[in-house]
């Protein structure tokens, strides 16, 4: 090794046994002088893999102080003097000079409490690390205990666990907590066996790495140093449970995992330490041996060696970098103290020692940190932990080293994980001021990367770019370009809940920017939160707005502040109705922990109870004023009641504010007679309804005024309907009247028992049967709503009542038998034969709703009481069923302009649930499934949990529906297309993309595959007409196996009709899943060892399943 390449300095204070210098090999020296590349993957037949070249350590990085005494130092580490008793006096020499040099008055602080630490430690009279040392210390001492908490240790305790008590290993596992402890010990053996304490160390190493039941002694030569060869040696003998599982400790992440990595880390950062603070390391021995190991692993291609050796090397750069400041501060305070030069000098040589070692780490982990393996995540992140570290000793190396420049790599890693660790080093970053001065010229680069994460497919990544991105707004403002700052700007209104608030956190930066306003002052906050809420008022997305900035913005939560803003009338009316949005919706999610509008992504964060009281307090303290100034504004006053319906009635705290909640209430109920808003008379209800029941303390004012409320609705709707006139001689006054009351009756019956009211047969018999002449339709779709509610209601009624005898139970459940199948009669009637969507939908929504409630409610009550089993309507005929499906295809496919997309999911879903409690057969749902590919942003997430359903209900419910589906299309395409070949086939994008889809979900899943292409083939094979479905079908195969495939092939021949052998479709089968096997079968094997969901469903057993479908042949015949 040249001497540019690691030198120690001083090395004749080494205490090493006599070596021969004569047997040492050159694959030490070259092994030693390190690299920068690193060794790949796949080649574990190869000799150990070549040195890293690092040759930028030269003669121009070594400090003037070095090349002066440059002379003296040997130029190999194996280079040592001959003479011990030499090297024993000049060693003896020095520490006397350091004695009496160095004051308590210049030591450092670091060094004065690990000193008053290691007085109380106390080594107890054990042999340990396979030596015979007798290490001796006072009874009386115990040393100071570190608090570790009790975790499971699980499997991978099983596997790590120590197979030899005597060893290091064992020591520092079993006692975590006594790492302090265990490198006493070993300092006191290597004062007493040196070479013993060295290859224990070494032992420990290569316990670590996951080769406990290989003995170090019989590999490592310590008169040779072969490293290399003993790392060479770990590489092609790997133990067998590592080469089984690929799991080693380093890699874990279990709890228990994780405390035994920390307490390995303590352990070496303990035993340099003391080191260093016993003079042990200015011998150089210690470096000379270990430090050389430790590079040999981190060149290894076997994954536990290279990870364990650089998180080693990792953070033994930590504590040398720690000794090589406390070592400089020493010499400054010689210099300035005293004048001995000759000790200043062997500080100044093993400090130039250090500055190396410091060196030659850091270039490894340089040459480490990035690699592009998914597997050695754990090991970047830990490398970022420590460079956080590095960084608070010694600043310069963020802009003197390639370590910023790995950093920036690391934020653009694969692996999220890996990411958000590098993004939160970045946020230490710039949180620090004393970062300033080398941070400022790499700014630009900085910007650069966060700037890429803002787009991060993950969301927590994302979150935290945009906090770097706000901590730079108060320290490098002018760095935040417009562009980065709108797109954070609008991650306020995102799907991820926490990346809102990180948003809003910018957003505040922005308005305390603008308005330069003191903590608290809320008139100017108002000011610039209103001008910024009108924007979002365009898309209804105040509730979003402000949902993210509740969290960071006290001034949200001063209520009275901004109540009499309103009460003032200082605003103008479109000011006031937006700080009415604000006001309400803050409260809203005050109180009941998120928004009224939903994002796709919350978290799991609960309403705090202090500040949720403090809001209904003040809100209730002057909600009667705030509904009475706004009791003409519809939009304000659905507002306001959208908070009174998360307020629970029932705590007894708010009978303080007793008058004005019912004050409340009379202006509540004369809202509802006046308006005719449809969100605010259904909140009235709400309201009204609850604070009627008799668990609220104010029932006894509320109800009376519900109750003369539903009387006068019943009796005005009595009023119309039986002076009702032709449609055609209604004015239009008159007509609207007539739906307004009958509005009011279904919102009020949907909260309220109103079978009391109203007969049964005046609803049924009557109104519901009145020709469409005598309504409008939308007067008919409110009083189908009032139907419904009347069933649900009775329905309840007899759940509920238990005094009645069996023979009236039974008559009442006849008579809501017979009222409920005449209802659902009407309600068909109206969906095949009205020219009115509204209406059309209403009755298709009240016969999904009849047959899913009442079975749902049922469910539990007929196990105890079987007579309740005759209200379960009759599922509809098949006749029925198929207008159901095609109202639902059009519905949901076909006329979406009709309907928003969230009354469109709602009507799916009900569908959907039809399905599940088998009221319509599961092939109709063809029709629905065949748009899975075209809606897949629309309805994807509704599909894909009914495939989910399916799939846990049986496995073949699954394949059944996919095959029906394809078999929809494939009919429909033959109908359309006399004569069928494969040119057309293959233009048959839509079908083809189907396919694709339906392979992708069921691609993990070898039995569904084989299920699929079994039934299918089964049907395929069954009619000449039919061939052409197996140039769709053979799209299933293309995730087989050899093996599996020849199986599929074999049993597909034997379905083949003699004649048909020679047919092109068949034939194309065939061709085409024997190409596909031999490409597929390594990708087969490689998705086999994945958590694949598979099912064991045996084709011999597919008829004898039972799905509450018929047999699958017989059902594809139907077809």
Not at 161 to 169: A, D, G, I, S, T
């Amino acid at each position: 090794m040249s001497s540019s390449d690691f030198e120690y300095r001083n090395s004749r204070n080494v205490r090493s046994p006599k070596r021969n210098t004569d047997s040492q090999d050159t694959s030490t020296d070259q092994l030693l002088s390190y690299g920068a590349s690193t060794p790949r993957r796949g080649h574990q037949n190869r000799p150990f893999a070549p040195p890293l070249d690092i040759s930028s350590v030269s003669s121009e990085d070594v400090s003037p102080r070095k090349r002066a005494r440059s002379s003296k130092l040997p130029e190999k580490l194996q280079e040592v003097p001959e003479a011990k008793s030499n090297a024993n006096r000049a060693q003896q020499s020095n520490l006397e000079k350091l004695k009496s040099i160095v004051s308590e008055q210049v030591a450092s602080s670091f060094r004065k409490s690990l000193a008053n630490t290691l007085s109380k430690l106390s080594i107890k009279n054990k042999p340990r690390y396979d030596s015979d040392s007798d290490g001796t210390s006072s009874e009386d001492e115990k040393p100071p205990k570190k608090k570790f908490k009790h975790v499971h240790k699980g499997q991978d305790w099983k596997q790590f666990k120590p197979q030899y008590e005597n060893r290091l290993y064992a020591d520092i596992l079993n006692k975590p907590c006594d790492t302090a402890v265990s490198a006493e010990i070993w300092l006191q053996l290597y004062k007493k066996d040196t070479q013993q304490a060295i290859l224990s160390l070494f032992q420990f190493i290569a316990d670590v790495c996951g080769y406990q039941k290989l003995d170090i002694t019989t590999v490592f030569n310590y008169e040779a140093e072969n490293y290399s060869e003993v790392v060479d040696f770990m590489q092609k003998n790997p133990p067998e449970d590592l080469k089984k599982s690929g799991k080693y400790l380093m890699k874990t992440s279990s709890d228990w995992g994780n405390q035994s990595q920390g307490a390995i880390y303590e352990f070496l950062e303990e035993l340099l330490l003391l080191s260093n603070n016993c003079k042990i390391l200015q011998d150089y021995l210690m470096l000379r041996m270990i430090i050389p190991f430790i590079f040999c692993l981190t060149l290894s291609y076997i994954k536990p060696l290279k990870h364990t050796g650089v998180v080693i090397a990792a953070k033994m750069l930590s504590v040398f970098l720690k000794i090589e400041k406390n070592v400089k501060t020493k010499i400054n305070a010689h210099e300035r103290l005293l004048s001995v030069n000759s000790d200043i000098a062997d500080l100044a040589d093993y400090l130039d020692v250090l500055t190396q070692t410091v060196e030659q780490l850091r270039k490894i982990i340089e040459a480490n940190s990035c690699l592009n393996d998914p597997t050695l995540d754990k090991l970047k992140i830990t490398c970022m932990e420590e460079m956080h570290r590095w960084v608070v000793i010694k600043p310069s190396l963020l802009s003197s080293t390639k370590l910023f420049h790995r950093l920036m790599c690391l934020v653009r890693d694969s692996s999220k994980t890996v990411r958000l660790a590098a993004l939160k080093m970045c946020h230490k970053l710039i949180e620090t001021d004393q970062y300033a001065e080398y941070m400022n010229p790499l700014i630009k680069k900085f910007v650069d990367a966060i700037d890429g994460r803002l787009y991060d497919s993950d969301y927590a990544v994302a979150s935290t770019a945009v906090r770097i991105y706000t901590k730079m707004a108060e320290t490098y403002p002018e760095a935040i370009s417009v562009a980065s700052r709108d797109i954070i700007v609008l991650f306020v209104y995102g799907k991820d809940l926490e990346l809102a608030k990180a948003a809003a956190e910018f957003l505040m930066q922005i308005f305390n920017k603008l308005s330069d306003e003191t903590e608290g002052n809320v008139d100017d906050f108002i000011k610039h939160l209103i001008q910024f809420a009108q924007i979002s008022e365009k898309d209804n997305k105040v509730a979003l707005l402000i949902e993210a900035l509740l969290h960071c913005c006290p001034q949200l939560q001063e209520w009275s502040a901004l109540i009499n803003v309103l009460l003032n009338d200082e605003l103008s009316h479109k000011d006031q109705a937006t700080l009415i949005d604000i006001l309400c919706n803050a409260a809203y999610i005050t109180i009941n922990g998120k928004a009224k509008i939903g994002r796709t992504m919350y978290s799991n964060g609960q309403p705090k109870v202090k500040n949720a009281r403090n809001a209904i307090q003040a809100f209730l303290a002057k909600i009667h004023l705030l509904l009475k100034q706004y009791s003409n504004d519809p939009l304000i006053m659905e507002k306001l009641t959208d908070v009174l319906l998360v307020i629970d009635f029932t705590d007894g705290s708010l009978n303080t504010h007793r008058n004005e909640i019912v004050n409340a209430l009379h202006t509540l109920r004369s809202s509802f007679v006046k308006n005719n808003h449809p969100e605010l008379l259904e909140n009235a209800s709400k309201i009204l309804s609850k604070v009627s029941e008799e668990s609220c303390p104010i029932h006894v004012v509320a109800s009376p005024i519900i109750l003369t409320l539903k009387n006068a609705v019943v009796d005005t709707s009595k009023s119309f309907l039986k002076n009702l006139k032709m449609v055609k001689n209604q004015s239009k006054k008159e007509a609207t009247k007539i739906s307004e009351c009958l509005l009011k009756l279904s919102v009020l019956f949907a909260d309220n028992d109103m079978t009391e009211l109203i007969d049964h047969h005046c609803l049924f018999n009557k109104w519901l049967n009145l020709k469409h002449q005598m309504l409008t339709p939308v007067s008919m779709k409110y009083l189908i709503s009032c139907g419904y509610y009347y069933l649900i209601w009775k329905l309840q009624q007899i759940i509920q009542d238990n005094s009645k005898s069996t023979e009236e139970l039974e008559s009442d459940i006849t008579l809501l038998n017979s009222v409920c199948t005449s209802f659902l009669k009407t309600c068909f009637h109206y969906m095949n034969s009205s020219d009115n969507p509204e209406l059309c939908r209403e009755s298709f929504e009240r016969i999904c709703n009849i047959h899913f409630t009442f079975r749902m409610t049922l469910e539990k009550q007929i196990k105890s009481n079987s007579v309740l089993k005759q209200l379960i309507p009759p599922i509809p005929e098949k006749d029925l069923s198929i207008q159901m499906m095609n109202f639902a295809e059009k519905l949901l496919f076909k006329d979406t302009e009709e309907t928003t997309q969230r009354m469109r999911r709602t009507s799916l879903g009900n569908v959907i649930n039809l399905a599940f409690l088998n009221v319509i057969e599961y092939k109709l749902y063809a029709q629905i499934f065949q748009y899975y590919h075209l809606f897949n942003d629309s309805y994807g997430d509704i599909f894909k949990n009914a495939f989910s359903n399916m799939r846990a209900e049986a496995p073949i419910l699954l394949i059944v529906v996919m095959l029906h589906t394809l078999i929809f299309c494939y009919n429909n395409f033959i109908n359309e297309n006399e004569a069928v070949t494969t040119q057309q086939l293959a233009a048959a994008a839509e079908i083809q993309t189907l396919v694709k889809e339906y392979q992708l979900y069921i691609s993990r899943s070898v039995d569904e595959i084989k299920l699929m292409l079994h039934m299918g083939t089964n049907w395929a094979t069954s009619s000449e007409d039919r061939y052409g479905f197996l140039y769709f079908l053979r799209g299933f195969a293309s995730s087989l196996s050899e093996n599996e495939t020849q199986s599929v092939l074999e049993s597909f021949n034997a379905k083949i009709p003699p004649h048909s052998k020679e047919n092109e479709f068949i034939l194309g089968f065939i061709n085409h899943l024997k190409t596909k096997s031999a490409k597929n079968s390594a990708r087969r094997k490689s998705l086999s060892n994945d958590n694949s969901t598979t099912t064991t469903v045996a084709l011999e057993d597919i008829s004898a399943t039972t799905v509450a479908i018929e047999d699958s042949e017989n059902t594809f015949t139907e077809i």
